[in-house]
């Protein structure tokens, strides 16, 4: 496929990943290759976009599936460090993965605030009428950590950490605000129906095209870079904030204020930074394994 074919192929693949809390299956492989980026940068405001729905729900689907990726790949690093505290290449590594999740969130939100009401949020209701994100079976075992409850948290070796965490929580919010101006998330709208189930997983999972069976570490990298090399497609034919009647929809404007650098820069470094995330999980990884070789 030829780069222009993959920046018109908007279909969302399925995406397999071994059950929470279940190792990888298919062998002993470890991370296998990540890809080069084929290009870091893109434009932020891009050109009028042909089909906006189809663009806009390929970016909610795979946005959601990278983060699914990644935040497995931060819950095998913290797995690893349930007795003890990361080292500083596995601390990196966590850092890039919770930037890496803050830059999806990004992507993902660019949607148009109607489109997003008439299409993908009614999409999700219908699914289930109180849908949510707390319903994420990979964010599970990161509750603690986005919660700074680990004991080895506060040391002064986790500062950048801290930061990446405090940005995650300033993005989502940014973006629930900019997307649900009233703040009511549809559990919240139903707020009988609260607690999280096997059911509830499985619908949220199957929302967003994704099979729980056993996979290979190897393979959750080729996904990862599949799916890195489709986001790098969209951007580079429509620019984060295409134009959609007639109207860029930035979540962080251009230039930004000053307090809302950091989420500007996340804007910016939307490939860098989950690229780097890949990156890092697997030198990470590949380095305790020479360690124990
Ligand atoms: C880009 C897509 C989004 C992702 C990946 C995402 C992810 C998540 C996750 C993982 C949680 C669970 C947090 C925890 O349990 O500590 C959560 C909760 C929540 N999210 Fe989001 N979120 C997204 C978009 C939104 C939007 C657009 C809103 C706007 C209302 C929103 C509002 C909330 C609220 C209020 C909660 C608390 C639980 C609930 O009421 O559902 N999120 N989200």
Redesign the pocket.
């Known amino acids: 496929m030829t780069a222009s074919d993959e920046s018109t192929d908007l279909r969302p693949r399925t995406l397999s990943l071994p059950p929470t809390g279940h190792g990888y299956g298919g062998g002993e492989g470890g991370p296998s290759d990540v890809r080069p980026l084929r290009q870091e940068k893109y434009e932020l405001f891009g050109p009028a976009c042909a089909d906006a729905l189809a663009l806009f729900w390929y970016r909610w689907v795979t ?2 599936q990278i ?1 699914f990726l990644l935040w497995r790949l931060l819950g095998d690093a913290l797995e690893r460090c349930s007795h003890r505290a990361p080292t500083r290449l596995e601390r990196e590594a966590m850092a890039a993965c919770v930037d890496g999740y803050s830059t999806m ?1 990004l992507y ?2 660019t949607v148009p605030r109607d489109l997003y009401h008439a299409h993908i949020r009614e999409r999700m209701a219908l699914q289930h009428p109180a849908f ?3 319903w ?1 079976p990979d ?1 599970r075992p990161l ?1 603690p950590l ?1 919660r700074s409850r680990l004991p080895w948290q506060g040391d002064p070796s986790c500062a950048a950490l801290r930061e990446a965490i405090g940005l995650n929580h300033m993005t ?1 919010a940014r ?2 605000d900019r ?2 101006p009233d ?3 549809l ?2 709208k139903h707020s009988g129906r609260a607690g999280i189930s096997r059911e509830k997983e499985d619908l949220f999972d199957d929302f967003f095209m994704t099979v729980r069976r056993p996979v290979s570490r190897s393979a959750l990298t080729d996904q990862l870079n599949t799916r890195i090399a489709g986001i790098t497609a969209d951007l580079d034919g429509n620019g984060l904030y295409p134009l959609v009647d007639g109207e860029h929809h930035a979540v962080v404007p251009d230039p930004p204020d000053p307090s809302e650098e950091a989420l500007h820069r996340l804007a910016a470094n939307v490939l860098l930074s989950t690229h780097r995330a890949a990156r890092l999980c697997a030198d990470a990884e590949n380095s305790l394994q020479e360690a124990h070789l």
Do not use: K, M
């Open positions: 946005g959601h983060s969130l993902s939100a949510s994100g707390a994420a964010y509750r986005f989502h973006i629930a997307l649900v703040g009511q998330s559990l919240q």
